[in-house]
């Protein structure tokens, strides 16, 4: 397809498959990028109401081959997805952008990590400039105290990244399973 953007109905019919629209969430979550194993497994489990530890083979099989013959070469065709059929690697596109009018939430809210980091190098560099300065009340920290604060706040914000990563935003369902389950 050309690179202008989708038009509606393009971006309907792609849409219009819960299992193209799992797909995607999925992707999103995981960075833009997946083993065509592992969407199976969590998009099958979605659709199941179920974990992937608990699916049968056959909603595995289904949800397997339903992908690799249909929605994946529907998303690539629409270019949203790179999708590698010998190798089962996929990954969203730049287009894929586009589709985030038309999905709406399509993850949880996200906390602004760029912000936050940006925030804690900014007070990083204004605490070792005040030590180096020897401005109060920072002329009080030797040197290496200044370094185990900046280590000690960077590690603990990494950690918290990671948790937070690992067990909350990776064990949401797509928005639409959410809503289904509030009613």
Known sequence: ???????????????KSPRRRYALYYLRREGGSAELSDLTEQVAAWENDTTPGELTTEQ?????????QTHLPKLDDADI??????????TLSRRARELDTYL???????????????????ASIALVAGVWLEVYPFSTLSG?????????????????????YRHGAGRETPPELRRADSQ
Do not use: C, H, N
Request: charge should be negative; charged fraction near 20%; hydrophobic fraction near 45%.
């Open 81 to 90: 997805v790179d999708y590698d059929e010998d190798s089962g690697e996929i």
């Open 1 to 15: 397809m050309a690179s202008s953007g989708l038009s509606q109905d393009q971006v309907f019919e792609v849409l």
């Open 60 to 68: 595995r099989k289904r949800v397997y081959i339903s992908l690799y």
């Open 104 to 122: 709406g939430d399509v993850s949880r809210r996200e906390l602004p990590w760029d912000r936050y980091y940006l925030a804690l190098s900014l």
């Open 144 to 164: 290496l105290t200044a370094t185990a604060i900046v280590l000690v706040v960077y590690g603990a914000s990494a950690l918290f990244q990671y948790l937070y």
